[in-house]
């Protein structure tokens, strides 16, 4: 009986830790198909409601690292809980404002989300076995990634009609509270396990400068990219890191372990995990964008509004993802995260593939896009466990804060170039040719197929072995927890 509480203990925190995931994707995609009506509601330029997008991802570059690093110091379940009144306060402002200054400083507050996940991992690993730790990784993770088709899903069938857009942070605020419930009845308190104090210096300079290199990049297509603000911006910004880095590298107790950061394993699985990001933005917005354009003036595309284009292209991939998450966990358990994410990888690269050369057909699209849900699925579900094993139970929520920030500049980058790439319309209907979705969806099958090349080199070059307590987990976890 009591191994049969303990089961159920951990089953309920892993599923609660899991919808406080969603909040993250829930945030950051919902606000993607709404843009256009954001814009026309406020009476703005689609230039200016785009910084709905940017200022939270600034804000999220510049505050996980921070406070994924509060996580490893002091009591988890209260760090948790301030990041998520912060994001209530900022779903609870957009909701309720229609000044577009106001909205902005709502997604900023908004962008505190991004450290939830890590903070998640860092309880999952101080509250859990060891041999129970993957398989919850893989799960929180690759709810995550099934929370960005969630995301679209939902808006769509709030947006059906002339809804405004309030609607949707209104969602946000309710599902906010949902989470705080959960965390307050759920999570236990635990004081934090990490050593030494709060870099202060460190955590500003990481901030800047990863700020300004994002502002470069989600700004390049308005400002031009061969501007001096676009680089003054990326070259300041890389300059500031380089000082960071010099910082970090002669401090006792740094904001992030430089060794930790760059053992080859921690250094490849981070630039994967860019590649992934990139991925997952490709294939979302650029479906999304495709099955909505007009068939009749093009000759491609369905012609979907917002709400087709939820229910019948994204929704079954989004199913495909809630699949794929919530068995990725035995799939690591019983594999390991490096063959499960290189099988992933190449599951969105024939995913990706098939959009770029075979999307006339209704069914064609949805195969397709059941295919890369199922490798962003996969992917995050397999990178943290890698990630993990690369950092001290003192460096949980650092490292898996660094890891995140990762996914935050390979979507950045994405979403740039898919900019770039639609701002180049036909003269004759002035919208983008199909020529473009082609390009964009060929980029998603290169990225899939660098996060596969990167995690073999992975594997091949390091030649670093798990612990034996590690080894033994692995094992374990094949006759324990579910």
């Not at 909205?103 to 900023?108: E, K």
């Not at 490709?282 to 999304?288: E, N, P, R």
């Not at 358990?333 to 499960?340: L, Q, T």
């Amino acid at each position: 009986m009591p191994r049969t509480r303990e089961r159920q203990r951990t089953g309920v925190l892993v599923l609660s830790l899991s919808v406080v995931a969603l909040t993250v994707a829930l945030l950051q995609t919902a606000v993607v198909p709404v843009l256009g009506v954001m814009a026309e509601q406020l009476d703005v330029s689609a230039v200016a409601v785009s910084w709905a997008v940017t200022a939270n991802l600034l804000a999220a570059a510049a505050a996980t690292p921070l406070i994924g690093r509060l996580a490893d110091l002091y009591n988890k379940k209260h760090v948790l809980l301030g990041v998520l009144v912060v994001v209530l306060a900022g779903s609870l402002l957009a909701a309720v404002t229609s000044s577009l200054p106001l909205l902005i400083l709502a997604r900023v507050l908004q962008g505190a989300s991004f450290a939830l996940y890590p903070i998640c991992v860092a309880i999952l690993r101080a509250e859990l076995q060891p041999r129970q730790v993957v398989r919850a990784l893989a799960v929180l993770s690759g709810m995550l990634g099934f929370g960005g088709g969630v995301g679209l899903v939902v808006t769509g069938l709030l947006m059906s009609g002339s809804a405004g857009y309030h609607r949707v942070f209104w969602l946000t605020t309710a599902f906010t509270v949902l989470v705080m419930a959960l965390v307050v009845w759920v999570v236990p308190t635990r004081a934090g396990d990490g050593d030494g104090g709060i870099d202060w210096v460190g955590a500003l300079g990481l901030a800047v400068g990863l700020t300004a290199v994002l502002l470069a990049i989600t700004q390049g297509s308005t400002w031009g990219w061969r501007t001096p603000a676009t680089w003054g911006c990326l070259a300041s910004g890389l300059l500031v890191l380089a000082g960071w880095w010099r910082w970090e590298r002669r401090r006792t107790h740094p904001l992030v372990s430089i060794a930790m950061l760059t053992r080859p394993a921690m250094l490849l699985t981070n630039v994967a995990t860019v590649f992934v990001g990139m991925g997952l933005y490709f294939g979302f917005l650029g479906l999304t964008l495709f099955v909505q354009m007009p068939r009749e003036v093009t000759g491609y595309g369905f012609s979907a509004t917002v709400l087709q284009s939820s229910v019948v292209f994204l929704l079954p991939g989004a199913l495909t993802g809630f699949v794929t998450a919530t068995s990725s966990g035995w799939i690591i358990d019983r594999y390991g995260p490096r063959p499960v994410l290189m099988t992933g990888a190449l599951t969105g690269v024939a995913g990706f593939v098939m959009l770029a050369l075979a999307h006339s057909a209704t069914w064609q699209v949805i195969v397709a896009g059941a295919l890369t849900n199922a490798y962003i699925s996969l992917a995050y579900g397999a990178l943290p466990a890698l990630v993990v094993s690369e950092a001290g139970p003192g460096e949980t929520g650092i490292a898996t804060g660094i890891n995140a920030i990762a996914r935050t500049v390979g979507s950045s980058i994405a979403a740039a170039v898919v900019a770039v790439l639609l701002g180049h319309v036909s003269a004759r209907t002035g919208l983008p040719s199909e020529a473009t979705f082609v390009v964009i969806f060929f980029a998603g099958a290169g990225t899939a197929a660098l996060a596969t090349l990167l995690i073999a080199l992975t594997r091949t070059r390091t030649k670093r072995t798990e612990s034996v307590a590690a080894q033994v987990d692995s094992r374990a976890m094949q006759h324990e927890w579910g």
